[in-house]
């Protein structure tokens, strides 16, 4: 049984930091390709940051690009969310996602409440 655990969050001010973990199991880690999504109150869920299977590219929505670092630990199973410069835009629940289209998986963790606020 895949599982998708975040931590991490929390309430921090405005211009702060917070790193986001996502801990995988029931998967071969290293064969995936991982994102991390945010939903804000009131909106719609949206992309934030990907990384391939090594962790040798990455992409990023362009309204964090230069502030989110998205890297992946293949050895614990886990991928992680530096969040810099943070603005009270950033302020929704984080999730962390994965799977395969030409297999039909999708998984999704519960995710993590991000409040950025003074």
């Known amino acids: 049984q895949v599982q998708l655990v975040e931590s991490g969050g929390g309430l921090v001010q405005p211009g702060g930091s917070l790193r986001l973990s996502c801990a995988a199991s029931?998967?071969?880690?290293?064969?995936?390709?991982f994102y991390w999504y945010r939903q804000a109150p009131g909106k719609e869920r949206e992309f934030v940051a990907t990384?391939?299977?090594?962790?040798?590219?990455?992409k990023y929505v362009d309204s964090v690009k230069g502030r989110f670092t998205i890297s992946r630990d293949n050895a614990k199973n886990t991928v992680y969310l530096q969040m810099n410069s943070l603005k009270p835009e950033d302020t929704a629940v984080y999730y962390c996602?994965?799977?395969?289209?030409?297999?039909?998986?999708?998984?999704w963790g519960k995710g993590t409440l991000v409040t950025v606020s003074s």
């Open positions: 990384i391939t299977t090594t962790g040798d590219s990455t």
């Open positions: 996602n994965t799977g395969s289209s030409l297999y039909g998986m999708d998984y």
């Open positions: 029931g998967l071969i880690f290293s064969s995936y390709v």
